[in-house]
């Protein structure tokens, strides 16, 4: 079975590179940690944040922008729906401001390929989420939940590393850790200890 390595955030203490960068596809997202150290040296897509005051954050900042991993990346996509003229509730976070447009004129100067997710991808997160018990009236998936959601039809066995399902207070982690684990019993993916 063709394996897809998604690299979370989480700090690693074991050195992962070889089986991250030797897998069929790399997914990273956000702000990348343990790239070029125990987390490998490949990517080939990357998950940005596109609302809020991460992606807000990044786009104020020269720095991020000249960070090593754009120099070769070639596909960046971008989550959460682009705001059409309505409100941000797509994002779960009603004062998320939408900055798909900057972000995307940004990496148009750096020849780098954007995609943006359908809001369906925003809308599965949220009622599989449910499904499992989450109690929030907006659940807002995190980045790495939409990716590892999103390849989860695929005929790819999803290979985790770096997820250690907590952060931001907006996520329901326990929820999404649970689906994680369900995915690990069917025999679909493969959660690996930091």
Request: aromatic letters at 8%; hydrophobic letters at 45%.
């Amino acid at each position: 079975m063709p394996r897809i390595a998604i690299v979370g955030n989480a700090p690693l203490r074991i050195d992962h590179t070889t089986r991250i960068d030797t897998a069929d596809k790399v997914v990273r997202f956000n702000n990348t940690a343990g790239l070029n150290g125990p987390a490998g040296r490949r990517t080939d897509q990357l998950w940005l944040v596109n609302r809020g005051g991460q992606a807000a954050e990044w786009l104020a900042d020269p720095a991020f922008w000249r960070r090593p991993i754009f120099a070769t990346l070639r596909e960046v996509v971008l989550p959460l729906p682009a705001d059409a003229g309505g409100s941000a509730q797509t994002s779960g976070d009603p004062g998320a401001r939408d900055h798909s447009r900057a972000i995307g004129q940004r990496l148009a100067g750096l020849d780098i390929a954007v995609r943006q997710m359908p809001t369906d991808l925003v809308r599965r997160a949220r009622r599989v989420l449910c499904g499992l018990g989450s109690h929030r009236s907006l659940v807002a998936p995190s980045t790495g939940f939409l990716a590892m959601l999103h390849f989860a039809d695929s005929d790819m066995l999803l290979d985790l590393y770096g997820f250690g399902f907590d952060g931001w207070d907006g996520h329901d982690w326990a929820q999404e850790r649970a689906w994680a684990h369900g995915m690990v019993r069917a025999g679909r993916a493969v959660l690996n200890p930091p």
